[in-house]
Each structure stands twice: as structure tokens, then as C-alpha cells.
């Protein structure tokens, strides 16, 4: 598999896509489906919201969306990988509310509709900085006034803090484009692409954050 970013740890191999749920509950000891209810219920998703999933992965993220959604809701997955696609194709077979497209987020995307949500989760930490500026762009293209981002990501924190355990696995699992994802001040960023009314939700010891911003109505 030739990668776009030869040192991004978002682009998964063939056999870690196809087995990437699999993973994400073996490697957080059963805690991921919890944790993970749980940050999509502080989305306060609504019933007829329309949600755009960037880096969609398997669906895993879109089908607890879609649960809080009714018939008028519409969910888009946007991903890069054939063996996602299959998954989250599976997921939702039969389910005409939601779509599945093969497409780079790391460009500029127009899909010629705008969305209530966007969501992104564990993506942009895996970009080259200079690259998350066109997530962030697409974000904000495809957002209708008043609508909100929301980045599931790690936090801002200080590696050399961590406990030295935490820090030996984080810097094992990770690519260097997460190192650099940390230190950021991720809210002044998105200020200066015109989100503003920040909320937070800070998980899993304060390494993990659901950062919401909104796009003024
Ligand atoms: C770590 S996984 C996260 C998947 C999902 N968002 C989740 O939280 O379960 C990263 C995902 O980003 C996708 N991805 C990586 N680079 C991408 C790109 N340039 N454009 C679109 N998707 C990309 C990968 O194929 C993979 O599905």
C-alpha cells in the first residue's frame, strides 16, 4: 500500500483497516465501546440533523449517530480506504439515510451540500500540520451556519508529563505528526478559520477531547 504521508499513522494497512474495531476493543481492555457512547451522546445529535463523518473508518462512529437520528437525519462517511468502505457499507446496508464516499479529506472537497454536524475522530492528529488546514477548510465549507465541528482527538498535553508507562506506548503506537498534535492550541487554530464558541469534553485521564466548535449562524 503506498501511503500520501509516508510517516502518517492514520493510514492504516489492509490488514489493520479490516480489523480495526477489533483492535480499538482488544487494545483499550473492552473500554473503547463506553467511552465512545458516550462522546457521541455530548454531540446532542438531533433527529433530523445532518452529519458529516470525516475518515468515517468502519461506520462504527455513524451507526451510533444514526441511532439518535429519524428518518429525515442523513449521515455522509468520507473515507480513503476500500477495506472501510466495505465495512461501513456493511453497517449500514439497507439503510438509505446514510452514504459512504471514496474521498481524500486532506483536499479541498466540495460536496455541493452543507451539513448540521461534522464530526472527525482520530484522523487529524495523523496529518502533516500544514495538511490539517485543509481538513479544517472542508470542515468549515461543508458546515451551515450555526452548525458545530467536532474533533475526537488526544488533548493538548506535555508528553514528558505523562507517566512513564503511558508515555512509552503512546510514543510506541503513534506517528511524530501526534507528537506535534499536542502541543497545538487547537482553539486558537480553529478561531483563526472562523469557529468560535468552544465546548470541551476531556476523557481518558484528560488525553482524549471532544472539541466542539461552531460556525456563527
Ligand atoms: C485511526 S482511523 C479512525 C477511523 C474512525 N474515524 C474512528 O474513529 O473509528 C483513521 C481513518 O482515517 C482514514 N484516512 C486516512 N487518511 C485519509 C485521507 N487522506 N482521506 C480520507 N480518509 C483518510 C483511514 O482510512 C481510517 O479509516
Not at 439497507?94 to 471514496?102: C, H
Not at 451551515?144 to 512509552?168: Q, S, T, V
Request: glycine share 10%; hydrophobic share 35%; charged share 30%.
Amino acid at each position: 500500500m503506498k501511503k500520501i504521508y509516508p510517516d502518517s499513522g492514520v493510514e492504516l494497512n489492509p490488514f489493520v483497516s479490516k480489523n480495526y474495531d477489533k483492535f480499538m476493543n482488544i487494545g483499550s481492555f473492552g473500554f473503547y465501546n463506553g467511552f465512545i457512547k458516550k462522546v457521541i451522546a455530548q454531540m446532542k445529535i438531533e433527529e433530523d440533523d445532518t452529519v458529516l463523518d470525516l475518515g468515517c473508518g468502519t461506520g462504527r462512529n455513524s451507526k451510533l449517530i444514526s441511532s439518535y437520528l429519524g428518518d429525515n437525519g442523513r449521515i455522509t462517511g468520507l473515507d480513503i480506504s476500500p477495506e472501510m468502505e466495505e465495512q461501513f457499507l456493511n453497517t449500514f446496508k439497507g439503510d438509505t439515510r446514510v452514504k459512504f464516499i471514496n474521498k481524500r479529506i486532506d483536499v479541498p472537497v466540495d460536496l455541493g451540500e452543507t451539513y448540521d454536524k461534522v464530526f472527525i475522530s482520530f484522523v487529524i492528529h495523523g496529518f502533516p500540520h500544514e495538511v490539517r488546514s485543509e481538513v479544517i477548510k472542508n470542515a468549515y465549507k461543508h458546515l451551515k451556519p450555526g452548525g458545530a465541528f467536532y474533533i475526537l482527538d488526544f488533548a493538548e498535553f506535555d508528553m514528558d508529563a505523562m507517566p512513564a508507562l503511558y508515555r512509552f506506548v503512546f510514543k510506541k503506537v503513534e506517528c511524530k505528526y501526534a507528537f506535534d498534535y499536542i502541543e497545538r492550541d487547537w482553539k486558537e487554530i480553529l478561531s483563526g478559520y472562523g469557529f468560535g464558541d468552544f465546548e470541551e469534553h476531556l476523557y481518558m485521564k484528560k488525553y482524549v477531547r471532544l472539541l466542539k466548535g461552531g460556525k456563527g449562524a
